[in-house]
């Protein structure tokens, strides 16, 4: 989930002209950044080898399922999931697959491409629903589709890059804000601190899976900087309170590996941790791991 289209092109001109006057200043839903900046980075969490870092442990948290290509709500700005808060074209970089445009009538995503589904599809691609997985093939896809990014993602209220607020707090709050790789990135407004990060969660069946951050969400308006929930050590609950006061989404891959109750529902609960890239274990989760950065 993430916010509406104006409220990201309102940050991006503040903060042009604010970087201009000063060369030294520094649910479920997608919508599409302005294609204001050039494509951007994130550092690559997926390989960085740091060890020893102990994250606080937010337990008895609401889980729902989200899922690329999926159409929340199409008449709300941020009612899919074609693109996040870190890729404009996210379903056809996760998919490869390109099946035209966002027409400009949309409500949200608009100049996305309409890649592939991350579920249950027909040939138009019209529909978009979630499925079961099993650890048979590895919680894939049930049809053989292999997809060019991470199916075992989530996000996290925390957008530190069009929120307004979350970017000027990360680099005060996020704790690997200062590692190599990300250090030296405060003002860079197409760098991602959150992007590809890695999270380790334990589900309803008391499994333990990994996935990658790839967007922001649970969340509405003006409420992706949760930095107390999603940063802090006291077991915070999230902010935002729709969706049974969820904390975070996941993937079907997740939903399937953390043995949620619900396809879609809203009453698993789940425990979760950030963990560095090194201490991920071998698993299905890095079958295919996500390395690409920012897309605006």
């Known amino acids: 989930m993430i916010l509406q289209k104006f409220y990201k092109m309102l940050f991006v001109v503040t903060v042009v002209a604010a970087l201009s006057s000063s060369s030294m200043t520094a649910g479920h839903t997608s919508t599409t950044v302005p294609h204001v900046l050039p494509s951007g980075h994130a550092a690559d969490a997926s390989s960085i080898q740091l060890h020893g870092r102990s994250y606080p442990v937010h337990s008895k948290i609401v889980s729902t399922t989200f899922w690329v290509g999926e159409i929340f709500d199409p008449n709300l700005p941020d009612g899919s999931q074609v693109c996040s808060t870190y890729d404009s074209q996210w379903a056809f970089h996760w998919s490869g697959v390109n099946k035209g445009k966002v027409p400009p009538t949309a ?55 069009n929120d307004p607020t979350g970017y000027k707090k990360r680099c005060t709050v996020i704790p690997w804000a200062n590692d190599p790789g990300f250090a030296g990135h405060c003002t860079d407004t197409s760098f991602s601190y959150m992007k590809n990060r890695w999270v380790k969660i334990t589900g309803p069946n008391g499994h333990v899976c990994y996935g990658q951050n790839e ?78 950065g920012v897309t605006l």
């Open 215 to 292: 967007d922001a969400g649970p969340s509405h308006g003006d409420l992706y900087h949760d930095a107390r929930y999603v940063f802090g050590s006291q077991n915070m609950r999230p902010m935002q309170t729709q969706f049974n006061n969820a904390g975070l989404d996941v993937s079907p891959a997740l939903n399937g590996c953390l043995g949620h109750h619900d396809l879609n529902g809203e009453n698993d609960h789940i425990s979760w941790q950030f963990v560095d890239r090194a201490d991920v274990p071998s698993g299905p989760w890095i079958t295919v791991v996500t390395t690409s």
């Open 107 to 161: 409500s949200g995503c608009l100049g996305s491409i309409k890649g592939g589904c991350d579920g249950a599809t027909n040939p138009s691609g019209s529909i978009c629903n979630t499925e079961a997985r099993t650890a048979a093939n590895g919680y894939f896809s049930n049809s053989g589709f292999q997809p060019k990014e991470n199916p075992f993602y989530l996000d996290l209220p925390y957008d530190d890059l």
